[in-house]
C-alpha cells in the first residue's frame, strides 16, 4: 500500500516559484495499479520521484506499507522500490543478466540466487535465457529492452513499483502487446504500482484507479469506468475526450453482457423443437449448434412457425462470432461491420456461451447513468 | 570499418619501417649506428624513465582531477578550469619543457614536469567530458534502483566514459613520447642526445642510433594503447567491438 499526504512540493526559481505538486492525497491499495494521468508539466514525474526520493518533498508524509519512508535513508529506501523510466535506462556497459543482478547483488544476494532469478524474469518475459542473458543492451530491440527494463526493476521482488511512462518510447504496436504481457504479470505478482502516463488509453487499460492532476493537484481519484461514465469537473471531461464513453466499452467484456439464456437446437432437430425452445425462453433468435457445441448458424422463431423438415434447411450463417473475454469495443467493431444487432459468443474452446446484443450493450453502457440519475 | 583502417595502417607502418631497414642495412649504416651502442643503451633507459615517470603520473592525477572536475559540486568552476586547460594545450611542448625550465632549473626535474603538463591536459579533458557525456537517465536509472554515488562512479559513469577516456590518455602518451627527446635540451637526456648531437655533427648515424628507437618507442606505445583499450573497455560500449 502506498498513501501520499498531503505531499508538496515547490521548485524555487531565481524568478518564479513553481508549485510542481500541491498537497496531493491518494491511497494505492497493495496489489493495485493507480496511474497518474494528466497533459506535461502538470507534475506526474514530481509526484512519482518523490515517492523514492529522487526529488525531496518539501512537505507532507510518504507511507509504504503503513511505515512513514522518511525514517529509511535513501539508499535504502531506493532499494526496496522498483523504478522504471520511459528512457529505459540499461548500462550499456553491463549484459543483460548483469543488468538485472544489479540491486539483487546490492542487497547481498549470492551470485547463483541472483543469477536464476535473472534467468526466471526474463522466461517470464518470453525471451529465451540461453540467447538473452549475456547479450549487451545494444544488442536488443527497443521492445526487448523495455522488457528487461522492467524485470530489472522487478529483480529483487520490490513490494512496491514506480514506473514513469515506461511504454511511451515504444511502437503502438509493440507498446499494446508489452501492456497486455505486463498485466498478465502483474495479475501474478500483485504489486503495487504508481504508472505515470499522458496517454488516457493507456491509463484506462493499465489502472486500477487513475488520478488525474492539473498543475499539481488531484483533480479526480476514481476507478476508470468512473472517471470515463462521471468526470469530476469539465477538466476531466475534456481531457478524458468526447468519446469518452465509447472508451468505456474497453472497460467490459462481453462475459458481462451475454444473454446465456439463449435457446440452442441441434442440427438434427426438427422445427417443431425450434419453436418448443423459443417458447419457453421467450427468444426470437434460435442458435443451431454442432455435436461439439460450436455454433454453426440460427434460425427466428417467425422462420419456425408452421415450418417442415429439417433445420439445416432454414439456418442462416453466424456473420462472426466473438470469444467471451473479447471488449465490448471488439464486440461493437465486429456488429458494425457485418451490420448486426446481435453476435454469438464462444468460450476458450469455441463453444457456444450466449448472445451479446447491441440493446444489451447500450443498457450496459448507460445504467451508470441511469444510477446517477437516480441519486 | 575502424579495426579494418588501423590495420591497413598497421600495414603501412611495417612497410615503411622494413623498407627504412633495408636502405640502412645496405647503406652500411648499420655499422655506425651500432658504434653508438652504449649510448643507446643508457639513453633509451634514461628515455624510458622519462616517459614512463612522467606518463604515469599525469594517468595518477589527470584522472581523479577529471572526475573530481565533473562532480555536481564542482559544476560552478569546472568550465572555468577547462577553458584554461584548452588555452594550455595551445602552448607548444617545447615551450612548456622551456617554462619548465625557467622555474624548475637544469635536469631530470623540469624535464619530468614539462612532460607531465603537457600529457596531462588531455587525460583531464578526456575524463572530464566522457563522463559528462554519460546520458543522464543512466545516473537517475542507477540512483533510483539505490546506487551509492561511490557505485555509480564506478559501475556506471566509469565503465561508459571509459572509451573517452582511454583516447585522451592515448593522445597524451603520443605527446609525451614525441616530446621527450626534447628533454635533452633542458638536461633531462635522454634518446634526444643522440639526435641533437647527431644533427649537430652531421652524422647521420648518430642522428639514426636516436631516431629509430624514438619512432620504434613511439609506435610500441601507441600499439599497446590500441590494445588496453580494444580489451579493457567493456564490449558493450566499445565502438572497437
Ligand atoms: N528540477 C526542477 N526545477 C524546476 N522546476 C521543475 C523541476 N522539475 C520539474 N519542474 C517543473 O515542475 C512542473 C511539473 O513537472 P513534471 O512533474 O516533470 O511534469 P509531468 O511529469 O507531469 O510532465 C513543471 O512545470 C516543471 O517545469
Ligand atoms: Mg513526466
Known amino acids: 500500500m502506498i498513501q501520499l499526504e498531503n505531499l508538496t512540493k515547490t521548485f524555487t526559481l531565481p524568478s518564479t516559484t513553481i508549485v510542481a505538486a500541491d498537497k496531493v492525497n491518494m491511497t494505492v491499495p497493495s496489489g493495485e495499479i493507480c496511474v497518474l494521468l494528466g497533459p506535461s508539466g502538470c507534475g ?17 508524509r510518504i507511507l509504504i506499507n503503513g511505515e512513514d519512508t522518511s525514517g529509511l535513508n535513501d539508499i535504502e529506501l531506493r532499494r526496496q522500490i522498483g523504478y522504471v523510466i520511459q528512457q529505459i535506462g540499461l548500462f550499456p556497459n553491463m549484459t543483460v543478466e548483469q543488468n538485472i543482478c544489479v540491486v539483487p547483488k546490492m542487497l547481498g544476494w549470492d551470485i547463483k540466487r541472483a543469477k536464476a532469478r535473472a534467468a526466471e524474469l526474463i522466461d517470464l518475459v518470453g525471451l529465451d535465457p540461453r540467447q538473452f542473458l549475456h547479450r549487451y543492451p545494444k544488442e536488443l530491440s527497443g521492445g526487448q529492452q523495455q522488457r528487461i527494463g522492467v524485470i530489472r526493476a522487478l529483480a529483487a521482488d520490490p513490494p512496491v513499483m514506480l514506473m514513469d511512462e515506461p511504454f511511451g518510447a515504444i511502437d503502438p504496436i509493440n507498446r ?83 444473454d446465456r439464456n439463449c435457446p440452442v437446437v441441434s442440427r438434427r432437430a426438427t422445427p417443431q423443437e425450434a419453436r418448443n ?11 443451431v449448434i454442432d455435436a461439439d457445441h460450436r455454433p454453426v448458424g440460427y434460425v427466428t422463431a417467425e422462420e419456425m412457425e408452421g415450418a417442415d423438415g429439417s433445420i439445416t434447411d432454414f439456418a442462416h450463417a453466424l456473420p462472426a462470432t466473438v470469444p467471451v473475454r473479447a471488449d465490448l469495443r471488439a464486440v461493437v467493431s465486429e456488429m458494425f461491420a457485418n451490420d448486426v444487432m446481435w453476435l454469438a459468443c464462444t468460450d476458450d474452446k469455441g463453444r457456444f456461451a450466449g448472445i451479446v446484443t447491441q440493446p444489451a450493450v447500450t443498457a450496459a453502457l ?10 | 570499418m575502424v579495426r579494418q583502417a588501423t590495420g591497413i595502417g598497421r600495414n603501412v607502418q611495417l612497410l615503411v619501417m622494413f623498407g627504412l631497414g633495408i636502405w640502412v642495412c645496405s647503406s652500411g649504416l648499420l655499422g655506425q649506428i651500432a658504434d653508438n651502442w652504449d649510448d643507446i643503451v643508457y639513453l633509451s633507459k634514461q628515455h624510458m624513465v622519462l616517459v614512463g615517470a612522467s606518463g604515469a603520473a599525469a594517468i595518477l592525477l589527470g584522472i581523479p582531477a577529471g572526475i573530481w572536475l565533473s562532480r555536481p559540486a564542482m559544476e560552478r568552476y569546472a ?51 566522457g563522463l559528462l557525456a554519460v546520458p543522464p537517465h543512466l545516473k537517475e536509472a542507477a540512483t533510483g534502483m539505490g546506487m551509492t554515488p561511490r557505485q555509480i562512479l564506478f559501475r556506471v559513469e566509469l565503465p561508459n566514459a571509459l572509451y573517452v577516456i582511454f583516447s585522451g590518455v592515448r593522445t597524451a602518451l603520443a605527446i609525451n613520447v614525441g616530446t621527450t627527446p626534447l628533454a635533452f635540451l633542458i638536461g633531462g637526456g635522454g634518446l634526444g642526445e643522440l639526435i641533437f648531437t647527431g644533427i649537430d655533427l652531421m652524422d647521420t648515424g648518430m642522428l639514426l642510433a636516436g631516431a ?21 573497455v567493456p564490449k558493450g560500449v566499445n565502438p572497437l567491438r
Open chain 1, 176 to 258: 499494446e502487446i508489452i501492456q497486455d504481457e505486463f498485466l498478465k504479470m502483474q495479475a501474478e505478482l500483485k504489486k503495487t504500482i504508481m504508472f505515470v502516463s499522458h496517454d488516457i488509453d493507456e491509463a484506462v487499460k493499465m489502472g486500477d484507479k487513475i488520478a488525474i492532476f492539473r498543475a499539481g493537484k488531484i483533480e479526480q481519484f476514481d476507478a476508470p469506468d468512473k472517471i470515463l461514465a462521471h468526470p469530476a469537473n469539465p477538466f476531466v471531461a475534456d481531457f478524458v475526450g468526447a468519446d469518452r464513453t465509447l472508451k468505456r466499452l474497453r472497460l467490459v467484456t462481453a462475459e458481462e453482457v451475454t
Open chain 1, 366 to 375: 448507460g445504467e451508470t447513468y441511469k444510477r446517477s440519475e437516480m441519486n
Open chain 2, 79 to 129: 568550465e572555468t578550469v577547462m577553458q584554461v586547460f584548452n588555452i594550455g594545450t595551445t602552448i607548444p611542448t617545447l615551450a612548456v619543457i622551456a617554462l619548465s625550465m625557467t622555474i624548475l632549473g637544469i635536469g631530470f626535474a623540469p624535464a619530468f614536469f614539462g612532460l607531465f603538463v603537457a600529457s596531462l591536459l588531455p587525460i583531464v579533458r578526456n575524463t572530464y567530458t
Open chain 1, 44 to 60: 506526474k514525474t514530481t509526484a512519482l520521484k518523490m515517492i523514492n526520493r529522487l526529488i525531496p518533498p518539501t512537505s507532507g
Open chain 1, 277 to 287: 425452445a423459443a417458447r419457453s425462453s421467450d427468444s426470437r433468435i434460435i442458435v
Open chain 2, 212 to 232: 629509430i628507437p624514438t619512432a620504434a618507442l613511439a609506435v610500441m606505445v601507441d600499439f599497446m594503447m590500441g590494445q588496453a583499450q580494444l580489451r579493457l
